[in-house]
């Protein structure tokens, strides 16, 4: 049995028993649905990688020793931040944020920074905040010292000493301990409702009511004991003679999902909203404030566009099938087909990302593919006066192969994408993927049971004719394809080659702020704080001497000195490069507070002094000593703040920084550069390689799917330059516009070829059709089989173009691109298909000629 | 206020008097305050901290200390690694409340001696996770003491409660609370808990292998563990090598002078 006498079978078999096959499917698709509760939406730049990609690996790493580097900035202005009342209202926000906000690692203000000063022969250590008398304002002295101390200027205070920085680190990692305290702080704080505790508790409080009902007591909710973990702290370690074995396991501790970052930030806004006044005007920004923003962004335009794409199916279906059957039998599969896909992602613990934010309304606009050739070809049987069984059965023969091999390519173009490094795209193609054939197997099995349950239609001459209306408008172009075949492939050759130079002009970009309009807080924010600190994005140089003690020693500290001038001097492109600090800062401090004669800037000049000045910023404890190195002073961590631009740029930057720190700090050492900056240039740069692998990994697996189904090499080859050249033409117009390639638009490609090659199999397997079985003329063949076609790939490359450019309406400017690019993009494949397709039959059979003689 | 008391890193940082039957928790801990603990001491103990990735560094101290009337005088050397050697600390801790504590460092290659401010007690000391409030005597005047409601623990200690009189005490020492299990037998605290004023951390005191040496009990063994929200940050485990109890000692060892001297 062939393929084509199975799908017909299982098409019959379900008109044959429509219940049954209703109710199978609403059952698996009900099973496959459970699990939207387990989904979540996580955009944050950690979920970008697989666990064990170098680079999250050294993130982590880096987390495990210093913890968090994307911090939230809170700017605060006023005209008298040396103020006593400004302090007293800065330690209020301080202590607020540190007991109330969820998830919270640590908070550094002028309020709790550290602080050393020498005054006469007295050496006073302490936090800055002390400072600050309780009337009036800080003395002359001090106010000059701390505007122009590296240690705070653009890092906690502006030059100009108008703006004050609250620097809020989430935690890296969560525990259940911080889970239990984050639930009693948003209890606290009005984000979580007390009552809101989880079902699990729900069921153990509710078991021990019952007991204390039953034993004729009063219910106590139970006490909190000290619990074993913390007992153990109290066990002297007596293991401290033996060495420390080191392990290379891959960390699996779990960083704070999209969720979690988000109830941290929602604390900070509640206080942010409660503090705000004139003199204490607050702003923010940082990674996850611009995280949340565009999750918000992403949430209400997922929304928006199923909802739009929804409409705009039910009317396009309704005006060109004029069945209510039409348009509700194709949007249930279609819905139900989303949610199993969904619910599957829930099961796999697959966030939605970034990127697969675009699969619900990309799926109803793939999933109705198949419903309009298979209802199309139906109806116009049907309106010919065919009978039920025999219209099925014709529809499933004319078109249920076509449909299997054009879910299979469309398929393979999602699948393309799996081989990307970057997770959200590669969960995208599996995912995709699973969607498309899942909607393929819901059309075969309930378009002929809603058929043979509901169908009323009688003979319609009209829809006939409406329907051969749309084969006239095309066949014409088709015929003289046939005719011109030189002219067309030789327009095709023209088309190449003025697309060359927008193809080499093409760039790539990630830039998130550029989401948002001009009037966006958040763009505001950010903006403006770069433009008084530069000092929104942070970029970590971990220098590993491996050796203790081994950062401590002049030579080093003068190579650290002298690599922070380097990168502060740095003029990059659009990058600004605002302050850079380490452990060589409070090492100026200490040794020009202690020797009156050394001058600032200056570090001790033997290895000796630098440990021994050390002790004296040991005095902050571990807490203080570990945010800028080990406790063996081993290892140097170097923070580089730079403003927020696009990640092509820090590409570059982290590049020459890198280049430099290794010249700077020798082969001994390895330098390690990490941080968000550096996950998202890893990021763009894996762009450029995925797309290029992705666009490669589709052609080939399309292109043996063309060798399949044509059953001839050379023609299935050539089949794919009506699918490669409207892409290649987008993405030269695309570097002719100056619209780069971004985390949307490398999408692009893989998704329109896996559509584009949708009208290709239908046309090319049509023509095929009437050449050797019917053994017609190719111009008679080419003419019957576009006319077969025609309407269903019109409508179909409407319905998807419409659906596409339901996209321009997100609030997101790269989505939008995106969507009306690949609105674009279908409509070009449709008129390469109608031209290329009949020029190259032309060509092959002229060679075919050619070879026989 | 007093002055630093180094002494009572290594042997105990919390001490008891033989007397456990007074009536109020305040009165108890102040005998512990007051009991005998020798006219002199010398100490010499290797400090090792261990971070959360539960690498070591090893460090030795040299600590001197002697009593005068109620008052003391306290020097530290530090004595390994190499570099830090004869680099030290000198503390004059006075009886009198009303009288600020004194205190100089000494860096030997920068050779200056510097007075260090002392209002601040809540700072670590050489990198331990002992403050220098830890180390001193007990500053009985700055907190209530209370039984904790189970007075009694399992093991048999005294369960007491410390709670700072002002939100000025909990900014000179870091606490907001501090538990303390006392042995009567031994007549020393075995166990603390510190309740820092920063939300989630606390800190984990124990002593063990106490040893008596001239009628003064003396932990051979102690450790301190900073935790933060139940996960451990770092801790101090100090290893006492040699004790001395009543040996005399020059007074000009408990100077400035003293301390560029060296030991």
């Known amino acids: ?853 | 206020m007093r002055t630093l008391s180094y002494l009572y890193i290594f042997c105990a940082l919390f001490v008891v008097t033989p007397s456990v039957a007074e009536n109020s928790a305040n009165q108890f801990m102040k005998v512990v305050d007051n009991r005998d603990r020798g006219k002199t001491s010398e100490i010499i103990s290797a400090v090792v901290l261990i971070d959360k990735g539960n690498k070591r560094t090893k460090r030795t101290i040299h600590v001197l200390n002697k009593k005068y009337g109620k008052d003391e005088k306290n020097i530290t050397f530090l004595t390994y690694p190499p570099r830090l050697k004869n680099t030290g600390f000198l503390a004059y801790d006075w009886a009198n409340p009303n009288k600020a504590n004194d205190a100089w460092i000494y860096l030997s290659n920068l050779r200056k001696v510097t007075r260090l401010a002392t209002s601040n007690r809540a700072d670590y000391f050489l990198g331990t996770d002992f403050t220098y409030g830890d180390m001193e005597r007990l500053e009985v005047e700055d907190y209530e003491y209370q039984y904790a409601e189970k007075k009694l623990s399992k093991e048999g200690f005294t369960v007491l409660d410390a709670t700072p009189k002002s939100k000025n005490i909990i900014n000179k020492y870091g606490y907001k609370k501090i538990r303390y299990w006392v042995d009567d037998k031994k007549k020393m605290t075995i166990k603390a808990k510190f309740w820092l004023k920063d939300a989630g951390w606390i800190k984990y005191f124990k002593v063990s292998d106490i040893k008596n040496y001239s009628g003064v009990w003396v932990g051979g063994k102690e450790q301190m563990v900073l935790t933060k929200e139940d996960k451990k940050v770092h801790s101090t485990v100090l290893l006492i090598n040699k004790v001395t109890i009543n040996k005399p000692l020059d007074d000009t060892l408990f100077t400035t002078h003293g301390l560029e001297s060296g030991r």
């Not at chain 1, 962004?297 to 705009?312: G, P």
């Not at chain 1, 078109?399 to 995208?428: E, H, M, N």
């Not at chain 1, 899942?438 to 829809?463: E, G, T, Y």
């Not at chain 1, 609105?823 to 039959?841: E, N, S, T």
């Open chain 1, 1 to 853: 049995m062939n393929l084509k006498n199975i799908i017909v079978k299982i098409a019959l078999l379900a008109s044959q028993k429509p219940i049954i096959t209703i109710a199978m499917v609403v059952l698996f698709a009900a099973f496959c649905s459970v699990g939207l509760s387990q989904l979540s939406v996580n955009v944050s730049n950690d979920k970008m990688f697989k666990e064990d990609d170098p680079t999250l690996v050294a993130y982590k790493r880096f987390q495990k020793q210093f913890g968090r580097d994307d911090i939230v900035i809170v700017a605060i202005n006023s005209d008298d931040v040396f103020s006593a009342n400004f302090m007293r209202q800065l330690r209020t926000f301080h202590e607020e944020v540190e007991q109330s906000v969820p998830w919270l690692d640590d908070v550094t203000s002028l309020a709790n920074v550290d602080w050393m000063i020498a005054k006469g022969d007295l050496l006073q250590v302490g936090e800055l905040g002390d400072e600050w008398p309780t009337k009036g304002e800080v003395s002359a002295e001090i106010k000059a010292d701390v505007l122009n101390n590296p240690l705070y200027q653009n890092i906690l205070i502006s030059e100009d000493g108008k703006t004050t920085l609250l620097v809020l680190r989430a935690l890296a990692f969560e525990s259940a301990k911080d889970i239990a305290i984050a639930k009693n702080r948003m209890a606290n704080n009005g984000v979580l409702k007390k009552e809101d505790v989880g079902f699990g508790e729900k069921i153990i409080q509710l078991h021990d009511e019952f007991n204390a009902y039953l034993a004729g007591e009063e219910y106590k909710p139970p006490e909190k004991k000290e619990t074993l973990a913390t007992e153990a702290f109290f066990e002297i370690d007596d293991n401290i003679a033996k060495p420390v074995e080191s392990t290379n396991k891959v960390d699996t501790s779990k960083g704070l999902n999209t969720a979690q970052l988000n109830q941290f930030l929602q604390a900070i806004n509640h206080l942010v909203d409660k503090h705000q006044s004139d003199n204490f005007a607050i702003r923010l920004t940082g990674g996850p404030v611009i995280d949340k923003a565009h999750s918000d962004a992403i949430h209400a335009d997922v929304l928006v566009l199923v909802a739009l794409a929804l409409l705009v199916i039910m009317i396009a279906l309704f005006i060109l099938l004029r069945s209510w059957l039409a348009v509700f039998a194709p949007l249930l599969i279609i819905v139900i087909s989303v949610s199993s896909t969904l619910g599957v992602m829930g099961f796999l613990d697959m966030p939605i990302s970034v990127v697969s934010q675009a699969l619900p309304p990309l799926l109803l606009t793939v999933g109705v593919l198949d419903s309009v050739h298979l209802l199309g070809i139906f109806y116009l049987l049907k309106g010919k006066g065919n009978a039920l069984e025999v219209s099925l059965k014709e529809t499933f023969e004319r078109a249920g192969v076509a449909i299997f091999y054009t879910s299979l390519t469309t398929a393979a173009g999602f699948i393309s994408f799996t081989i990307a490094r970057l997770k959200p795209i590669s969960d995208f193609g599996w995912i995709a993927a699973f969607g498309v054939m899942l909607v393929m197997l819901f059309s075969f099995l309930l378009i002929p049971a809603f058929l043979s349950l509901f169908d009323k239609a009688q003979k319609n001459k009209q829809h006939v004719k409406r329907w051969e209306t749309f084969a006239r408008l095309i066949t014409p172009l088709a015929i003289f394809a046939v005719k011109k075949h030189y002219a067309v492939l030789g327009g095709v050759l023209l088309v190449i080659i003025m697309g060359v130079p927008g193809i080499l002009q093409l760039n790539y970009s990630h830039n998130v702020i550029t989401w948002f309009g001009e009037d966006a807080q958040i763009k505001k924010d950010t903006l403006s704080i770069d433009a008084e600190m530069k000092a929104t994005v942070p970029l970590e140089v971990v220098v590993d001497t491996g050796v203790e003690n081994g950062i401590l020693t002049p030579d080093f500290m003068a190579r650290l000195q002298k690599f922070q001038k380097y990168a502060e001097s740095l003029n990059f492109k659009n990058v600004g490069v605002g302050r850079v600090n380490s452990l060589v800062n409070p090492l100026e401090r200490i040794h020009s507070q202690l020797d009156s004669n050394a001058k600032a800037n200056v570090i001790p000049d033997t290895e000796a002094l630098i440990q021994q000045e050390i002790l004296l910023y040991e005095g902050g404890g571990a807490k203080e000593i570990e945010r800028l190195t080990d406790r063996a002073y081993s290892m140097a961590r170097i923070t580089i703040r730079l403003t927020w631009e696009d990640a092509r740029e820090y590409v570059e930057l982290k590049e020459q920084l890198l280049k430099k720190a290794q010249n700077l700090f020798g082969n001994t050492t390895k330098i390690i550069v990490t941080g968000t900056v550096d996950l998202v240039s890893t990021g763009v740069i894996d762009i450029i390689k995925s797309m290029k692998n992705s666009y490669l990994l589709a052609t080939i697996l399309i292109g043996l799917m063309l060798i399949v189904l044509l059953k001839r090499v050379a023609f299935g080859l050539a089949c794919l330059a009506p699918n490669l050249l409207p892409i290649y033409i987008v993405l030269s117009l695309m570097g002719y516009m100056g619209i780069p390639i971004d985390m949307f638009t490398v999408l692009l490609g893989g998704i329109a070829l896996g559509l584009a090659v949708d009208d290709t199999v239908h046309l090319t397997h049509s023509i095929f059709n009437e050449t050797h079985q019917k053994q017609a003329s190719l111009m008679h063949a080419v003419k019957e089989g576009v006319a077969k076609v025609a309407p269903a790939i019109v409508v179909t490359t409407a319905v998807i173009s419409i659906g596409f450019s339901l996209f321009a309406f997100s609030s997101i400017a790269p989505l939008s691109v995106f969507g009306l690019l690949l609105c674009l993009v279908m409509i070009l494949a449709l008129v390469c298909d109608v031209l290329v397709i009949p020029a190259l039959f032309r060509l092959f059979q002229g060679v075919a000629n050619a070879s026989k003689k």
